[in-house]
């Protein structure tokens, strides 16, 4: 903000993610086996997921479909008049698709898509979860028990998205949405934007835009859970490979967000992230750290690389047209 | 909020406390080579330190007094607006000081109490922090070098006061600063309230109010330092008892914030804990988690108990008078 | 040993512990959901189980019972010839009771009883465990597929044994048995043993002999099984908290062998300890750690104590005779 | 073992490592600054040093030298029987080199060479490490104060060697020094011995021999730390990364040995593994597990490889002669 307005904070977190699966029952047991997630409704071919630290009634929908992707990206305004204002500033960049009464558990929602074709909702109510008998916590600001099957992940953490054209999507985020620009990888003297990670919270990116190697639009990169320490994500590595998934990367550490990863691809093919470590940004004027080809080399803190499947891959997968196998490539995260 | 005014959100986060002691060189021995925190800069009878993860200059202001406490807590608004609407507010109150020209680092500052007398400040310019070669981090988003010394403290993560009136400083950081209210102890079916625990931000308390069992204004129960890792709290205790510190409570964990804990007192004789776990906050309407005394317990999750100086002790330390021998106790978190 | 002979090393480590339990459904359901391990055998009113890391086919046999307590300790021999060579050293003592074709996956072994009366085994031929195929490890060192249930104890460890005259166990346990003496607790300037911890391998102890607090004979005071790290061990807690099981003491450190211990009551009455850290022994004249009453103090590292029950409680529970309530106690580790 | 002759077991642990380096100022910054260890001892080109948990005086002997590599590797005898028994049989392979009055804190050692040329010794007198004041540590059973210092390895863990026959050189440490073999990589339907992996106490193993891509004799691949959690191995990395080292691999999982690896090079070019994970062994008749071209992959279990320079490089570093360039290679740990 080189002005004197205040900055936007209308929207309050990433809400809820809905994925498509064309293998629905056995990204379920990915999910709630060996994630360890609950499964708390079932609503024509979805089923609503959530971690056990949550506090909604679900943040992951799981929706059968011929190919894997991302659905809908739901965010949370912070007040009804939040919600009234972002619904009005993204109606008038024409993005906006209208009002719906809001999916299972969420009230009316704005729905709209991003520049690069993203569909999201922005809403305000929310039910809160109320755990049946049996999954009912002996801690009692834990909203859920902690069952400790497999993973058993605590919460929703962000989602990275393709875009061909990241600079419109990310200012689309940080001008119409409000995040923050928190980091960015941008290579040839700061004149390609690579990548750029974004939040409307203290989260160090609940979304972040990649360019799209394959010139698509609309891709998911990875939908991130977040488990508490770096030892849980180590753990959640045995549990993936005992149970036959592949893991793509990791454990191992980031440099830009300094997330400690492990990724793997559920068994509809989406690509999800196990997280923990990263940090927390706080500062109101936060100055966004921008790597350049050098300073970002392989993404990998401690050495190492990610595997070309990290640049190429992303649902719903695509060929790579060739005229575009120029175009620079970076891992998003 | 009863109503359908938006939230006040003007306050960033916690940016610094000022700690006083009467030992300000084995003070300083515990926060830099136990805790590992760095010095940056020395100021009349004031030594300024920093966590690594901290991106402000400083984050811990110890200055000699004949008398440990804390001295000044330091709010970092979110805006020059906010700071301008946060003072009005506050001075409305009447217990506004006035504006000061700031501390090192800091920009203009409006001072003030709370109504139990603890001094504080709001301010929005703040320098961020440069590392100078030595200790610049081969992460280009870490302000500082990890060193690795001592517990290696990242950043501050909150403190907790004392009062003699929880509901009236409470209600004041609610309404006049504008934090959410996270949790409460209440006891004799909700009619006397023992603590409350608030955060301006996602970070599940940034400050506690928690009744003086001796009738005391203006006392610090504990100020509160942030490692990653649980495991990170296990060697900082190991560091704290091989190098002769007394260690009053944990490693273990709060029921209430989960809060992975570690009271230790500094040589100047306040309460520091090193903590880790708890959980972040994300949903605009918070319903306050309530525990009566039962629900409450010892305030240890696992078992066991706290001990009596965890009740009794604070700084500066005074007698407990006769007549308060019967007022029910808490410990504060 | 002050003389020339060289140690005996015919006992290879602890192999089996058959423990009694009044409530075999609900202990299998502490063992096997909340612990993870395995149950892979049923015979008679008994279970055998083990640890996912446990080489041997079954390292822990739950026998239905009128009371709590240990029926069997189980040691393996490290060679048929060491096997005839204790046989014969117990025999000699008078405390041999005889050959027996031996338990479910297990050679002939030699009965026993030790000083105090606890019965134990010795045996050298032993079944490998083959996993059948959906517990198979995608390690192909690892004899059981790593499940990640509930605690997930890798294997077992040592057990605690109550004596009513620690020294003369002891002494046999060194000369009879060839274990290696680890660490004391003597008080009242040594003249008192306190407790003993012992082991034939480079494990900390196998087995601990402590002073019965009231007299008994043949009881125990826990049996531990062990998790890798120690953040598996607060993990556990969160884990057994969940599921409503009484948390005695931890997790926290011992002083003495340095363990990270958790210990808590299965549903049939006997204590387990969930465990990790310690040190490995590797000396060969290792000179035993002799701990005074100063130098022990409470027995917890970082500070706190344990709970009275720590001394007290042992199964089967026996009453305090009146006449030794001035015995000097001490925790069992 | 085929017969009935029981097993030797007359070497207690790997009891010290010297390593040759040519920059010994900065490889001493490397083991004391990053590594955290202690130097105890100077004499003429050697400075001694020793993890903060290893009983002996010092583990590892750092000597000037043109080139890096191992000078010596320091074996303890259970007893000074055993060591006349493994001196007279070393000697009758004709491998003997002959009595030395032993090194630092060390009692008569007998000198003698493996086949592939790398020297070792025998010795059963060893000094326990008595700490000065500042090094005492607040636990009697820890011969040193935890400094928390770098990474703060706890003691010697095992050491990797490369032979240009591993075959040889496997059954001269199984035969002639009673090392249990614990795991081997055979290739080829089991007719090209890869690697073999053994140790005389119950840790995974203290030596493994792996085939010399490059045809050299007598080299060292790694020398391997250990620390107690994982989250440790974890920390090490940021220690070593913020200081400028490379990190050749790690922190991940083998799969054999399931040991959790970080590798880097120390300033002198001598490859150092800080460790942890892993199991021990406690059967008396283990049988090798045995990984064919398949099972073994990557020796990475997560996924990902090991990078082409952990196959090819060794200290000293030699060129790799063009007629060996088909030498089926593999990774050793």
């Known amino acids: 903000m080189n002005d004197d307005r205040e900055p936007i904070r209308d929207v309050a977190h990433l809400g809820r993610v809905e994925l498509l699966t064309p293998e629905p029952e056995r990204s379920l047991w990915y999910f709630h086996d060996l994630l360890g997630m609950e499964a708390v409704h079932r609503e024509g071919a979805s089923v609503y997921l959530r971690g056990y630290g949550d506090y909604a009634a679900s943040t992951l929908k799981l929706t059968e479909a011929a190919k894997p992707g991302v659905a809908c990206v739901h965010w949370r305004a912070v007040s009804p008049q939040a919600l009234e204002r972002r619904a009005a500033a993204i109606a008038a960049t024409g993005l906006g698709i209208g009002w719906s009464n809001g999916d299972f558990g969420l009230g009316p929602a704005y729905r709209f898509r991003d520049p690069d074709g993203h569909v999201m909702e922005i809403y305000y109510e929310e039910s809160r979860y109320e755990a049946p008998a049996p999954l009912r916590s002996t801690l009692k600001n834990l909203p859920q028990k902690f069952t400790g099957r497999g993973a058993a992940v605590r919460r929703l953490d962000h989602l990275a998205l393709l875009a061909a054209d990241v600079p419109t999507n990310r200012a689309f985020a940080e001008e119409t949405l409000g995040f923050q620009l928190r980091e960015q990888v941008r290579y040839d003297n700061g004149a390609v934007e690579i990548g750029s990670w974004l939040s409307p919270t203290t989260v160090h990116h609940q979304?972040?835009?990649?360019?799209?190697?394959?010139?698509?639009?609309?891709?998911?990169?990875?939908?991130?859970?977040?488990?508490?320490?770096?030892?849980?994500?180590?753990?959640?590595?045995?549990?993936?490979?005992?149970?036959?998934?592949?893991?793509?990367?990791?454990?191992?550490?980031?440099?830009?967000?300094?997330?400690?990863?492990l990724y793997s691809y559920e068994p509809g093919g989406n690509r999800v992230e196990v997280y923990s470590g990263s940090f927390l940004v706080f500062a109101p004027n936060w100055q966004p750290v921008v790597w350049n080809e050098a300073e970002r080399g392989t993404g990998v803190y401690w050495g190492g690389a990610l595997p070309e499947s990290f640049i190429e891959y992303a649902t719903p997968d695509i060929e790579r047209p060739a005229e575009r196998r120029a175009v620079p490539v970076v891992d998003p995260r």
């Not at 990169?221 to 959640?236: F, G, I, T």
């Open 207 to 261: 979304v972040a835009y990649v360019v799209d190697a394959r010139g698509g639009h609309g891709r998911l990169h990875h939908l991130s859970m977040w488990v508490d320490d770096k030892s849980d994500v180590l753990r959640a590595a045995d549990v993936l490979r005992e149970n036959g998934i592949f893991i793509e990367a990791g454990p191992a550490k980031h440099n830009n967000s300094q997330g400690f990863y």
